[in-house]
């Protein structure tokens, strides 16, 4: 079939487009004409329909986001910011470091092994294009209830997926969460951090500069995978009979993305490119769109050199396909021959498309005739902005007024009772038949992995300079208060690596909510955006990337909203690093922080089926304190481990079972409060006998309360009265996930 | 006893990076006959006696919920003696 | 000293090798899978990954790399050589270890800090090991598990070729808990968990796999 | 063009977990007819016209050297159509 040309598009104004299949509006579409002054080719049309998609033109969430920018501290570590594929800090040495999290869900429900496969490629090239070689991978996760059958079928697939092409790109896996909750039953969340590593110089951007400068596409070739992929998977509502998107699938293919990473790295080494972009959601329309967009805005491509594996393609096709492991770069001409043999070193295909031009028209040609001409910046980066009505949920206040009651447990066997049935529970039990299944030791710099508070990565091995990372949400606090629950993932995620004795730095976020289209859902969105950008304020730590992920709902049911928070932060000297478990007897045991009755959104409320409450309010200026004194004190922590969800009672067996060693534990005041509470700003430490007094003196002066709470040593648990014997607790501990998942 | 043979294969539009790594290999080790390379699977079921044509049935039952992907997968099923 | 790591396409832990092998003060020299020489080196370290994907079998097309037709000649004149993993796979599959490395038998892919018992140290890459001695190091693989007939069990026994043996929980269905063997010789060593990833504990669990790299050097030394 | 089918599948004697993890998951999902489960590969490779006595030898070589591992795996092929 001929294609549809420009010449035939101004030719024939009154022809019926499938706009609206393709998810556009009418007013969207009534602009495309307007921006073009004609109707737009059916090339055309296909590319302002994914780059419009909600996915990729943030087009919701945009209003919002703008406080990220409008909010940020100042940071002389900030060496790129948001708008790029992913932010970069300088963290001393020369070194930048670059790291941020994405979403695949609705891909890894249709498919889970291949969905979270490509989740994980797509943001490692993400962060291979921003010039780093990608050091590490964490994978925050979200299911539905732990023993329903959707559960077992996405969960096995989700988790090998991961392992899957991360193993196989010889990432270290450091960490990540498995969180369960009937909210994500249908609609699992899948989100991947990549981060990685640089010399300053080094920092590539995504842009088009130079006429006459080279259009190359390398890596894989390119075929009919995920088209539509991106309007139609990420940016609908996802019905479960939705059995005709299922071609939509993608497959990765891990083994072309590594020899790819470490082709582009000798690339990069050699100083060949001087704009590059990673071909992810929207494809090739979105990899020149938006180098052309952010360059000087001319580039010409011959569409019909795009090397394919499936030769029936249409022009169209071509434009949307999503084919994993491609990339796209801008080379000068003088540079193109070394260019192309490094490629064939690594027998990467490499094709060149085009060039960038003088002017400001993103032209594509098909066998010599337009087929494409538009202003790429009205693709890439002017599309449609959305103020989407906001209402208060009537929920929120109704919840807030309940006063919850919880279990109470007092006496030593209803205490011991509920300290197996909270670490048995799938949110609380070990997560180690999940990470057994990723490499943490590939690249040999993983100093800190699961079940460490954060994972940490050494960057020189000469200086053993550091970095840490940690994610967190807390989405049954995000549900009662989106404003506070997002400060408070934020304050957890930074204390998680402080614990470690890293300095918090710089943040990254995934932003999981239902539609957007519904008041109530852009309500709790505005308020997490507000409370991230407020805390990132306070905290003085920069928001430098992320990713929103809207639609993730099963029938007119949402999801909790889930704001994975990231934070990563510096360590001078990674063998200084403080684990979250002491390995010897003798030591004293501290509890840092004050304990209030918090059980609004608890796992000790959760298990239970009690909802409702008021979540803690953050005192970020607090938790900064805290921070400082993990920080000033890390050298006489033996060990130090936060206390997040599962309160004392979850960290604390945590830090007994890690290395076998048990614990005298004196408690105060009602048993559930003192094990089950989960007020934010409270660390365990142990420390020697002799440095009591040291612990004591800065905490006072950072204003940090701090109290003794028992010794290490023996082979059980005691709590007062209650005794676990450790056997007994490890078998709790672990047996859920085998039972589980086999 | 007879054997049912379940043989699947990666769907034709769906990227199969084995079959490719494959067909990459063969004509460095001096084989130039493949135009292309699919890799699949292949199940051989054992049963008792000859299948009737519910056990098939059953079999096919089988194939599509736990052998193949329906997905990304197209599989067949046939008895083989 | 010049110990060869190999590159394959696809390979993840050459870089940790060649840090294993200057942590035992060698010089560790890089080989490249299109390499059609040496380049002078005394041993061989093929490491672990996932050369070409391992799409087929676990080393299946590695074994026809250039760079490999000379570590096959050399070997079988006595050159050491370690494959680790991935490395062990393409030793078999190039018939220069036998038996063959098949999926876990829990099916999934497994990283875990694996206890062994070395038994056998009298070869190129084991010397420095006292016989008998438990170690442990990381294991990490979806295809660790060795299979061969009971005939060629029978001689790697009876011949005490097994070099290191799997204590503690059976991680992947091996046949007699073999994690390790050697050729005759006892110049070629393949073993299933990873000596790179245990020099430092720091970074691994111990450092309960130098010994792996100062054999070698101790053996080159001596010759 | 034709197709040529190699089946490669794990000697009887050598140990097939994934084999066995299906025939034990069959009766869970309400499936009892299998006595036994064997996994292994089905091999498409496309050729330009029918096949050669020489073409189909080489095939034979290529599976015995690459596509299967004869110290595990037996292997056959044949020509689809
Ligand atoms: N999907 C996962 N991938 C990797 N590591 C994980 C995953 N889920 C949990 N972990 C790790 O398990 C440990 C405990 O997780 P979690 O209970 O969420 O920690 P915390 O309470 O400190 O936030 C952490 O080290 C975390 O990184
Ligand atoms: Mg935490």
Redesign the interface.
């Given at each position: 079939m001929a294609s549809d040309t420009v010449l035939k598009a101004a030719a024939s104004p009154e022809t019926v487009q499938p706009f609206a299949e393709l998810g556009l509006k009418v007013d969207e579409y009534a602009r495309i004409r307007e921006i073009l002054g004609r109707r737009p080719t059916s090339s055309e049309l296909a590319m302002y329909s994914v780059m419009w998609s909600e996915h990729c033109s943030y087009k919701s969430s945009k209003v919002h986001l703008r406080q990220f920018g409008e909010k940020a501290p100042y940071s002389a570590a900030l060496l790129v910011g948001i708008g790029e594929n992913a932010g970069v800090v300088d963290v001393g040495q020369g070194y930048a470091v670059t790291f941020k999290i994405e979403s695949h869900n609705h891909p890894s429900f249709?498919?889970p092994y291949?969905g979270a496969a490509t989740g994980v490629g797509g943001i490692v090239r993400d962060i291979l294009t921003m010039g780093a070689r990608p050091i590490a991978v964490m994978d925050p996760l979200r299911f539905g209830p732990a023993d329903a059958p959707d559960t077992r079928r996405v969960l096995p697939g989700i988790v090998?997926g991961i392992?899957?092409y991360g193993?196989?790109?010889?990432l270290p896996n450091i960490g990540g969460e498995i969180v369960f909750h009937e909210s994500y039953s249908g609609n699992p969340l899948v989100n991947a951090l990549c981060v990685g590593v640089m010399k300053h110089e080094q920092i590539k951007l995504a842009k088009a500069a130079g006429p006459g400068n080279l259009v190359v596409l390398f890596g894989?070739k390119t075929?009919?995978?995920g088209i539509g992929g991106v309007s139609v998977l990420a940016s609908e509502t996802f019905n479960a009979t939705g059995t005709a998107k299922?071609?939509s699938?993608?497959?990765?293919?891990?083994?072309?993305e590594?020899?790819l990473i470490?082709c582009s790295l000798e690339i990069f080494a050699e100083d060949l490119v001087v704009g590059i972009q990673d071909l992810g959601g929207a494809g090739l329309s979105c990899a020149t769109s938006e180098l052309a967009s952010a360059g000087t805005g001319g580039m010409k491509v011959a569409l019909d050199g795009v090397p394919l594996?499936?030769p029936s393609l249409s022009p169209e096709e071509i434009l949307m396909s999503e084919?994993?492991e491609r990339m796209c770069a801008i080379v000068e001409p003088k540079n193109i021959k070394r260019f192309l043999q490094i490629c064939e070193k690594?027998?990467v295909t490499a094709t060149v498309i085009g060039e960038v031009t003088d002017g400001d028209r993103l032209v594509i040609t098909w066998h010599g005739e337009i087929i494409v001409d538009v202003p790429p910046r009205t693709v890439a980066h002017e599309g449609p902005i959305y103020n989407r009505p906001i209402a208060k949920p009537s929920y929120v206040e109704k919840l807030a007024s309940i006063d919850i009651k919880v279990p109470m447990p007092e006496s030593p066997s209803e205490v011991r009772e509920a300290i197996l049935k909270l670490i048995s529970s799938p949110n609380m039990a070990d997560k180690s038949w999940v990470?057994?299944?990723?490499?943490?030791?590939?690249?040999?710099?993983?100093?800190q992995s699961q079940p460490e508070d954060s994972g940490m990565v050494?960057i020189d091995?000469s200086t053993n300079l550091g970095v840490a990372i940690s994610t967190d949400a807390n989405a049954p606090w995000s549900y009662l208060n989106p404003y506070e629950g997002a400060k408070l993932a934020l304050a957890e995620a930074a204390r998680n690596i402080a614990t470690a004795g890293a300095k918090p730095l710089a943040v990254t976020n995934c932003l999981n909510f239902g539609s957007p289209e519904d008041p109530g859902v852009m309500w709790q969105f505005a308020e997490t955006v507000r409370g991230l950008a407020d805390g990132c304020l306070e905290m003085g730590l920069p928001v430098t990337g992320g990713n929103v992920s809207f639609y993730n709902q099963t029938a007119s049911v949402s999801i909790l909203p889930t704001p994975i928070v990231g934070v990563l932060g510096i360590i001078q000297d990674?063998?200084e690093r403080t684990p979250m478990a002491f390995d010897r007897a003798g030591l004293q045991l501290f509890l840092l922080g004050e304990t209030q009755a918090d059980f609004a959104g608890s796992e000790w409320a959760g298990i239970h089926k009690v909802i409702g409450g008021k979540t803690p309010i953050a005192d970020l200026h607090k938790e900064m304190k805290l921070i400082d004194l993990l920080l000033e004190g890390q050298s006489i922590f033996e060990a130090a481990h936060d206390l997040s969800q599962g309160g004392l009672a979850s960290t604390i067996s945590e830090m007994v079972l890690k290395n076998n060693v048990g614990a005298q534990i004196k408690i105060s005041g009602p048993s559930a409060i003192a094990l089950f509470s989960e007020t934010p700003g409270r660390v365990v430490v142990a420390i020697e006998s002799f440095n009591v007094q040291l612990l004591i003196t800065l905490a006072h002066r950072n204003g940090i309360a701090c109290k003794n709470i028992g010794v290490t040593g023996g082979n059980d648990l005691l709590i007062n009265d209650t005794l676990i014997a450790l056997p007994e607790l490890r078998k709790a501990y672990t047996e859920t996930f085998p039972r589980l998942f086999g | 006893m007879a054997k049912i043979v379940v043989d699947v294969m990666l769907k034709p539009e769906i990227l199969d990076p084995q079959g490719q790594a494959i067909g990459s290999a063969l004509p460095r080790l001096g084989f130039s006959f493949a135009k292309s390379v699919r890799q699949g699977k292949r199940f051989e079921i054992e049963v008792e006696g000859q299948p009737t044509q519910i056990q098939l049935e059953e079999i096919g039952k089988a194939a599509e919920t736990l052998l193949a992907n329906p997905v990304i997968e197209n599989f067949s099923v046939r008895v083989e003696n | 000293m010049k110990v060869g790591v190999v590159t394959f396409p696809g390979s993840l832990d050459d870089r940790d090798a060649a840090r294993a092998v200057r942590a035992a003060g060698a010089e560790s020299v890089a080989l490249w899978h299109a390499d059609a020489d040496l380049h002078g080196v005394e041993a061989v370290i093929l490491p672990g990954g996932f050369s070409y994907g391992d799409y087929l079998r676990c080393g299946a097309i590695s074994r026809f790399a250039p760079v490999m037709s000379m570590i096959i000649k050399q070997a079988q004149e006595g050159m050491p050589v370690l494959g680790i993993c991935n490395g062990f796979q393409v030793l078999c599959e190039s018939h220069l270890l036998p038996g063959a490395l098949t999926r876990n038998h829990g099916l999934h892919f497994l990283c875990t800090d694996q206890k062994l018992r070395i038994e056998k140290t009298d070869t190129a890459w084991t010397s420095s090991f006292v016989s008998g001695v438990e170690i442990v190091i990381p294991l990490k693989n979806g295809e660790g598990s060795f299979q061969c007939d009971d005939e060629t069990l029978e001689i790697l026994e009876r011949e005490g070729r097994v070099v290191a043996r799997y204590l503690g929980d059976d991680p992947n269905g091996s046949r007699n808990r073999i994690a390790g063997i050697s050729n005759a010789r006892g110049n070629v060593v393949g073993l299933m968990p990873h000596p790179e990833h245990a020099i430092d504990p720091l970074t691994g669990p111990s450092a309960d796999g130098l010994p792996f790299f100062t054999s070698v050097l101790t053996q080159l030394v001596g010759k």
């Open positions: 249709v498919e291949q090998a392992g899957g193993n196989c790109l010889g894989a075929g009919g995978d299922r071609p699938v993608q497959v990765g293919d891990p083994f072309t590594k020899v470490e594996r499936d084919s994993q690594w027998d990470t057994s299944q990723y490499d943490k030791y590939v690249q040999g710099n993983t100093i050494r091995e990674v063998r | - | -």
